[in-house]
């Protein structure tokens, strides 16, 4: 079974540039996740979709960051303009939640986007 | 507010040799999760074990075992037969609320010593 998938897997960008990072989640998985993870730290949520609806989006700066999954399968986090302070890795995951299951809604995660803001 | 705490900043074991890390965290629901992720210098976070609030038995997956007390909050990992592999940051996390997001700790850095 494919995990999920995140790309590109690096960027480089100069500040008040625009950046966008995809995500195609675990097939049949109709939760996905976005988490912010900076140099040190454990992951933040930024915004939490269930199909292609927004469960939770407290944690998102919205004057900067968007995020959509209009599908309902895979999803595209936008960042416009960066600021140096969101250099961090960008994990996406997903998870069969809220369907019980054998794995009990666990988040498997993506290899992450790190993005470098100058 | 949920929250995790992880005390131990980094760890050093000897190879073959059992480590546990610890975790404890705070929350008001009844219900709840509590995850152990392992994350490599590649970066990519992976699930290792994972323990209800509900469940009677201790969770086991392989060489990781999670020992949990819930009268103390306490869901430390064990690792036994440590393999130089497992060098890496890991993290504890809990669900509980109803949207199912994670809330994790600071992380601890594991090093395994040949």
């Known amino acids: 079974e494919a995990g999920v998938a995140q790309s590109p897997r690096y960027k480089i960008i100069e500040k008040r540039q625009s950046v966008a990072f995809w995500c195609n989640p675990i097939s049949g998985h109709a939760t996905l996740y976005w988490y912010q993870q900076i140099l040190g730290q454990g992951p933040k949520l930024l915004i939490q979709?269930?199909?292609?609806?927004?469960?939770?989006d407290s944690q998102l700066p919205k004057d900067r960051f968007s995020a959509e999954r209009l599908k309902g399968v895979d999803s595209t986090l936008k960042i416009q303009p960066a600021k140096l302070e969101d250099s961090a890795v960008y994990l996406c995951a997903s998870s069969s939640a809220p369907a019980t299951g054998p794995d009990l809604g666990t988040q498997y995660f993506g290899p992450g986007t790190r993005l470098l803001v100058l | 507010a949920q929250k995790i705490t992880q005390t131990q900043p980094g760890m050093f074991v000897q190879e073959k040799e059992a480590v546990t890390l610890d975790c404890t965290y705070d929350?008001?629901?009844?219900?709840?999760?509590l995850f152990w992720y392992k994350q490599p210098s590649s970066g990519e976070m992976i699930f290792l074990i994972y323990q209800g609030s509900y469940d009677q038995q201790n969770a086991t997956e392989g060489r990781y075992s999670l020992n949990f007390q819930k009268a103390r909050k306490s869901a430390n990992l064990v690792i036994s037969a440590s393999q130089l592999g497992d060098s890496a940051m890991y993290f504890c996390?809990?669900?509980?609320?109803?949207?199912?997001?994670?809330?994790f700790g600071s992380g601890t850095r594991l090093l395994v010593r040949p």
């Open positions: 929350t008001s629901d009844p219900s709840y999760g």
């Open positions: 996390a809990m669900d509980g609320d109803s949207s199912y997001k994670l809330i």
């Open positions: 979709f269930q199909n292609n609806g927004v469960v939770d």
